[in-house]
């Protein structure tokens, strides 16, 4: 199968994570989370104990929604994570990541250790640059702004995703408008949020 987006990860620290048992399903969990979305062809699934994870999709349109996710489910964790176009030849057949091979999930591995040498959290490589260092340069700096914000700011900002106005926020969390707008500036929102947008809208020019 020729054209499809082979996905590979490895989780930062891993050897460090002391409660092993309750991080696997914590990783468990995330990764059946972005195996919902829409462009997942092989489902995201952990290849190696609680270090490595991988999938297949049909599109990068996504990649952002994803990397969000995963970064999301697992912190204070970090996971590091590469995304290659090309070919999967060996176990297309049985939608199964982990009897999937090719070369790009070759090419994924090479990149991914790019991504450590780097420090960076995500790379991807599609064959369409410069515009595939630009999405991965946005996500990174994405990534590295919401690690920074704290569990209340996160609870606002999802609640203000779902209810759209600081009112609806501050009625449903118990707490002060001011509050509200407070967490919401201190945690670069709506900056953020423009900066999501015009990312999906570039991610577009992909389908």
Same mark, same amino acid.
């Not at 829409?38 to 929604?65: M, N, Q, W, Y």
């Not at 057949?93 to 982990?98: K, P, S």
């Given at each position: 199968?020729?054209?499809?987006?082979?996905?590979?990860?490895?989780?930062?620290?891993?050897?460090?994570?002391?409660?092993?048992?309750?991080?696997?399903? !914590?990783?468990?969990?995330?990764?059946? +989370?972005? #195996? +919902?979305?829409?462009?997942?062809?092989?489902?995201?699934?952990? %290849?190696?104990?609680? /270090?490595?994870?991988?999938?297949?999709? $049909? $599109?990068?349109? $996504?990649? /952002?929604?994803?990397?969000?996710?995963?970064?999301?489910?697992?912190?204070?964790?970090?996971? !590091?994570?590469? %995304?290659? +176009?090309?070919?999967?030849?060996?176990?297309?057949?049985?939608?199964?990541?982990?009897?999937?091979?090719?070369?790009?999930?070759?090419?994924?591995?090479?990149?991914?250790?790019?991504?450590? !040498?780097?420090?960076?959290?995500?790379?991807?490589?599609?064959?369409?640059?410069?515009?595939?260092?630009?999405?991965? /340069?946005?996500?990174?700096?994405?990534?590295?702004? +919401?690690?920074?914000?704290?569990?209340?700011?996160?609870?606002?900002?999802?609640?203000?995703? !779902?209810?759209?106005?600081?009112?609806?926020?501050?009625?449903?969390?118990?707490?002060?408008?001011? $509050?509200? #707008?407070? #967490?919401?500036?201190?945690?670069?929102?709506?900056?953020?949020?423009?900066?999501?947008?015009?990312?999906?809208?570039?991610?577009?020019?992909?389908?």
């Amino acid at each position: 199968m020729d054209g499809v987006y082979v996905l590979l990860g490895d989780v930062i620290g891993s050897r460090d994570v002391e409660e092993r048992a309750s991080f696997r399903r !914590r990783l468990e969990r995330a990764c059946e +989370r972005v #195996s +919902r979305n829409d462009d997942v062809l092989a489902d995201v699934e952990i %290849l190696k104990g609680i /270090d490595e994870l991988g999938g297949v999709l $049909s $599109s990068p349109t $996504s990649i /952002d929604e994803i990397a969000f996710s995963l970064a999301d489910d697992l912190r204070p964790n970090r996971v !590091r994570l590469a %995304l290659v +176009r090309g070919e999967v030849d060996v176990g297309v057949e049985t939608r199964d990541v982990a009897k999937m091979d090719g070369p790009a999930f070759h090419r994924a591995s090479e990149l991914l250790e790019t991504v450590e !040498r780097t420090d960076l959290l995500f790379d991807m490589e599609t064959g369409r640059q410069p515009l595939d260092a630009a999405v991965a /340069d946005e996500i990174n700096l994405l990534l590295l702004l +919401r690690q920074d914000w704290t569990d209340g700011q996160r609870e606002i900002i999802e609640a203000y995703r !779902r209810r759209g106005t600081q009112v609806e926020v501050a009625d449903e969390l118990g707490v002060s408008q001011q $509050s509200v #707008s407070k #967490s919401l500036r201190r945690a670069s929102w709506p900056t953020i949020r423009t900066v999501e947008e015009r990312l999906d809208e570039t991610l577009r020019a992909y389908e």
